[in-house]
């Protein structure tokens, strides 16, 4: 691919005192485009969840005004990821779609000027179309097909694929229903059924013989895909996620037991009380108003808990027959599930599992702080397989 190589920074710095604030700090710092000085600024700037929207507004608008792109579009996805749905700029607009238009408008500039061999195109789906961002190549080893999660926009991992590009694979990154512009421009809401858009995108190019790569709760979107369309020869879960309502009720240690036995009596009394907790604190209003947008009519705490159930692949694994490659992050609580994950693959070609640590600084959820060890191990494992 022509263009400059693509590199990424490793290490997982302590940007700021929260946790999740931290990891996402750690996210935007994977691009490169800040140096850590920088982004340890920024970090001391923020007291809430409201100042990292205003801190990374006001970061980006200056990085507009001195020219730099790709700086200025993570600081506007930055604001819009913790923007609550439903919030209305001075203009009276969604300001989550506001910023997300500035940013991905943004991004593009900067990856389509950077890397001329990137294209996008917009393929029909359903009554709507989905965006596929691809890179081909000569004489390429082998073709691969990446897709994100949950809340998820392609340009958070469009550097893959000029990286992957280098390494002489043909790449294709798409969104399907429940993410970036699907669901910020066609209000498509995502459906486990994962099979159909991944189809529709293979159908499109005419590609056979894939890797699948699915990013977060991707690892659950990609393994049931690849339970029923056999053109994929290679499945990545990047990370696994072979049960993310349990994996949620394990982070809630003792209290997990009787908060499962809540979610199965939706109208206990203590809902009443619990809903008042959910929606005072940002954090948990903020990841409910994520889900009742991402996901077909879910308006309550118990109604999104009960939905995210079905996002497991315990009764789907056995259906998978390819190369299976489960990753996962020591400090991830998807990684409880890690060794569940691989004995459930029963009837997959071959399993591969690789658990990331601290000493490779990709302990994290999605291998943040070493990308480059992430993409490498991925891309050795195509070829191995191959």
């Given at each position: 691919?022509?263009?400059?190589?693509?590199?990424?920074?490793?290490?997982?710095?302590?940007?700021h005192?929260?946790?999740?604030?931290?990891?996402?700090?750690?996210?935007?710092?994977?691009?490169?485009?800040?140096?850590?000085d920088?982004?340890?600024?920024?970090?001391k700037?923020i007291?809430?969840f409201?100042?990292?929207?205003?801190?990374?507004?006001?970061?980006?608008?200056?990085?507009?005004?001195?020219?730099?792109?790709?700086?200025?579009?993570?600081?506007?996805?930055?604001a819009?990821?913790?923007?609550l749905?439903?919030?209305?700029?001075?203009?009276g607009?969604?300001?989550?779609?506001?910023?997300?238009?500035?940013?991905?408008?943004?991004?593009?500039?900067?990856f389509?000027?950077?890397?001329?061999?990137?294209?996008v195109?917009?393929?029909?789906?359903?009554?709507?179309?989905?965006p596929?961002?691809?890179?081909?190549?000569?004489?390429?080893?082998?073709t691969?097909?990446?897709?994100?999660?949950?809340?998820?926009?392609?340009?958070?991992?469009l550097?893959?694929?000029?990286y992957?590009?280098?390494?002489?694979?043909?790449?294709?990154?798409?969104?399907?229903?429940?993410?970036?512009?699907v669901?910020?421009?066609?209000d498509a809401?995502?459906?486990?059924e994962?099979?159909?858009?991944t189809?529709?995108?293979?159908?499109?190019?005419?590609?056979?013989?894939?890797?699948?790569?699915?990013?977060?709760?991707?690892?659950?979107?990609?393994?049931?895909?690849?339970?029923?369309?056999?053109?994929?020869?290679?499945?990545?879960?990047?990370?696994?996620?072979?049960?993310?309502?349990?994996a949620i009720?394990?982070?809630?240690?003792?209290?997990?037991k009787?908060?499962?036995?809540?979610?199965?009596?939706?109208?206990?009394?203590?809902?009443?009380?619990?809903?008042?907790?959910?929606?005072?604190?940002?954090?948990?209003?903020?990841?409910?108003?994520q889900?009742?947008?991402?996901?077909?009519?879910?308006?309550?705490?118990?109604?999104?808990?009960?939905h995210?159930?079905?996002?497991?692949?315990?009764?789907?694994?056995?259906?998978i027959?390819?190369?299976?490659?489960?990753?996962?992050?020591a400090a991830?609580?998807?990684?409880?599930?890690?060794q569940?994950?691989?004995?459930?693959?029963?009837?997959?070609?071959?399993?591969?599992?690789?658990?990331f640590?601290?000493?490779?600084?990709?302990?994290?959820?999605?291998?943040?702080?070493?990308?480059?060890?992430?993409?490498?191990?991925?891309?050795?494992?195509?070829?191995?397989?191959?």
């Amino acid at each position: 691919m022509s263009g400059k190589n693509v590199s990424f920074p490793v290490g997982y710095f302590p940007f700021h005192e929260d946790e999740g604030l931290n990891f996402q700090m750690n996210r935007f710092y994977t691009y490169g485009a800040f140096t850590y000085d920088e982004m340890m600024d920024i970090g001391k700037q923020i007291d809430s969840f409201k100042k990292w929207i205003s801190v990374f507004i006001a970061e980006g608008k200056q990085a507009e005004k001195k020219g730099e792109t790709l700086k200025a579009a993570i600081c506007y996805r930055a604001a819009q990821f913790y923007t609550l749905s439903g919030e209305k700029d001075s203009k009276g607009r969604s300001l989550k779609l506001v910023l997300y238009d500035k940013c991905v408008k943004l991004f593009d500039s900067y990856f389509f000027r950077t890397y001329p061999s990137l294209k996008v195109v917009r393929i029909p789906f359903n009554d709507y179309e989905l965006p596929v961002y691809y890179s081909v190549c000569e004489d390429a080893k082998g073709t691969i097909v990446i897709h994100g999660g949950y809340d998820s926009i392609c340009q958070d991992f469009l550097m893959m694929v000029p990286y992957l590009s280098e390494k002489h694979f043909n790449v294709y990154f798409f969104e399907g229903p429940g993410q970036g512009e699907v669901l910020m421009h066609h209000d498509a809401r995502m459906t486990t059924e994962w099979e159909h858009c991944t189809s529709a995108v293979l159908d499109h190019f005419g590609l056979s013989d894939v890797t699948l790569i699915g990013i977060s709760l991707g690892g659950y979107l990609a393994t049931r895909a690849a339970a029923y369309e056999k053109r994929i020869s290679r499945l990545v879960m990047y990370d696994l996620i072979y049960d993310f309502y349990g994996a949620i009720l394990n982070k809630m240690g003792s209290f997990g037991k009787f908060f499962d036995y809540l979610t199965r009596h939706p109208k206990n009394i203590f809902w009443k009380s619990l809903n008042k907790k959910f929606y005072k604190k940002y954090f948990t209003k903020w990841l409910l108003l994520q889900g009742y947008a991402i996901y077909e009519n879910i308006s309550t705490p118990c109604e999104y808990f009960n939905h995210i159930r079905k996002y497991n692949t315990r009764d789907i694994s056995k259906r998978i027959t390819q190369d299976t490659l489960v990753l996962a992050g020591a400090a991830d609580i998807y990684t409880v599930f890690y060794q569940n994950q691989l004995d459930a693959l029963v009837n997959a070609r071959s399993v591969t599992g690789r658990l990331f640590t601290a000493e490779e600084n990709a302990d994290h959820h999605c291998q943040v702080g070493n990308m480059g060890l992430l993409l490498d191990t991925i891309t050795d494992w195509i070829e191995e397989k191959k």
